[in-house]
């Protein structure tokens, strides 16, 4: 009988398999196998040799996760076979991917040599900046990983997500992002807060954390969610608080804000449109103040010699008119009192910034809807063969009517999916859009979430390709 021989393995450096992540993961910590004993180091050969997974119960072979959330994983080196299902690309659908009910998570990791620091000197930030800095990942469409670090130097996973976008000093986990912020209700999130599930009992076991981007809707059950998830980093409107363990996630919000009160102190600033009479001559409240810090921190400050303060005045009148117009909108779009579609903008983190003095907003690209939930016509009309710019996710669903909403009908008809309307397509959002376009994306053979009736940029990029 051949007795295995025992010995260390050094992990190749773009070794995707979980074996080698694990042992890359340990060097990083300082941690070299030895420290666990020889039965560690048994355990894990052996798991090398035979190409098991640990922690999920199932070969890498037969069951790669569809989330990881958090860093590297005890698992095992899984051999020729799991490396093809750990690199597998999965299905492009409108960027969501089922997640998995096991969630292989790990420890906090370097972030280029950054030292790391604790709660009592984070460094400041603003939530306009930490939306920002979310966005760069979007636009940049990180690939989805939890041993690669981004060129920023922060871990490619959803807490190193976090870590990022709140400006720690260095990557954390979901066990460890608890400590820098306060725990908030639900009703007071507001952009840049998090909503956080930790398994503490099996941190394997689903441990996921997305940073909230606003209210998708006024009955507070979807929001805006800015994630690292598989494929890449998205923005996407999501159930509140999750697609699984819903009720298990936790608000918190990050104790460096340097935009608001102590840490910990209940909201006292509405993200829900408060209503036009807050706003206009002879307007006297807070929600005047926030709205004039909001410009500012989107580029209004020249507009304010004092304040910004409680009272309506032309300042206010002129910073939001700016910023109406960095968007693309005129005429009465942009007549400076905030409507609907502009407080959205702003308390969300999108849409385009006041251009600097001497710059004219006309080189901001256009953006799709107006401040009073009607959308102006986009600047240039679709090149033949080519689809028109996807407009986003808030543009559609209940409550919404704009030009996209009456194009998507328009196009759906085209397509064949027009058997649900008994009237128009038209610009208000309706249950017959909804079914429409859920039967055009399962005619993509996508099911489940992937398949919710409301387009996502896949969808709209198939739909009108």
């Not at 940049?140 to 400006?167: E, I, L, N």
């Not at 008119?321 to 579609?341: H, I, T, V």
Request: proline share 9%.
């Amino acid at each position: 009988m051949t007795v295995p021989v025992f010995e260390e393995y050094e992990p190749a450096l773009d070794c995707p398999c979980a074996g080698c992540a694990q042992r890359r993961h340990e060097a990083a910590q300082g941690l070299a196998v030895r420290q666990r004993g020889s039965g560690g180091r048994r355990a894990l050969a052996l798991a090398a040799a035979a190409g098991l997974a640990w922690g999920c119960g199932v070969t890498a072979a037969t069951a790669a996760p569809a989330h990881i959330a958090g860093g590297t994983a005890p698992l095992g080196h899984a051999g020729a076979a799991g490396h093809a299902a750990l690199t597998a690309a999965p299905p492009v659908t409108d960027g969501y991917a089922e997640p998995s009910p096991a969630t292989p998570q790990g420890g906090s990791g370097p972030v280029h040599g950054k030292p790391g620091g604790g709660s009592a000197d984070l460094p400041k930030t603003t939530r306009a900046q930490i939306i920002s800095r979310a966005k760069t990942w979007v636009t940049a469409k990180v690939p989805y990983s939890m041993t690669k670090f981004w060129t920023d130097g922060y871990r490619q996973d959803c807490s190193g997500y976090v870590s990022m976008a709140w400006h720690l000093p260095k990557n954390e986990w979901t066990g460890s992002l608890a400590r820098y912020g306060v725990k908030i209700a639900r009703a007071d999130l507001r952009p840049g807060d998090i909503l956080l599930f930790h398994n503490p009992a099996d941190p394997d076991k689903g441990s996921h954390v997305t940073i909230f981007g606003g209210w998708a809707d006024a009955s507070h059950r979807t929001y805006l969610a800015y994630e690292q998830t598989p494929p890449h980093t998205r923005a996407q409107v999501t159930p509140m608080a999750y697609w699984t363990n819903s009720d298990k996630y936790v608000p918190y919000r990050y104790k460096g804000l340097a935009d608001q009160g102590a840490p910990g102190a209940a909201a006292t600033a509405s993200y829900t449109y408060p209503g036009a009479s807050r706003f206009g001559p002879g307007a006297h409240n807070r929600y005047v103040t926030q709205l004039g810090r909001m410009l500012v921190a989107r580029g209004g400050k020249r507009f304010y010699t004092s304040g910004p303060g409680p009272s309506w005045g032309e300042a206010d009148r002129r910073a939001t008119q700016a910023f109406q117009r960095a968007q693309g909108w005129r005429g009465s779009e942009a007549d400076g009192l905030p409507g609907p579609d502009t407080w959205h903008l702003l308390v969300s983190g999108r849409g385009k910034d006041i251009p600097p003095a001497g710059k004219p907003a006309a080189h901001a690209a256009p953006a799709a809807a107006t401040h009073t939930g009607a959308a102006a016509a986009p600047a240039a009309p679709a090149t033949a063969g080519k689809a028109p710019a996807y407009p986003g996710e808030e543009y559609f669903g209940p409550g919404r009517s704009n030009v996209y909403v009456e194009r998507l009908g328009k196009q759906l008809v085209k397509k064949g999916f027009g058997r649900y309307y008994t009237r128009g397509p038209g610009p208000a959002w309706g249950e017959a859009d909804r079914r429409a376009t859920q039967a055009f994306q399962r005619a993509q053979g996508w099911t489940g979430s992937a398949a919710d009736g409301y387009p996502g940029r896949e969808t709209w990029r198939r739909l009108f390709a």
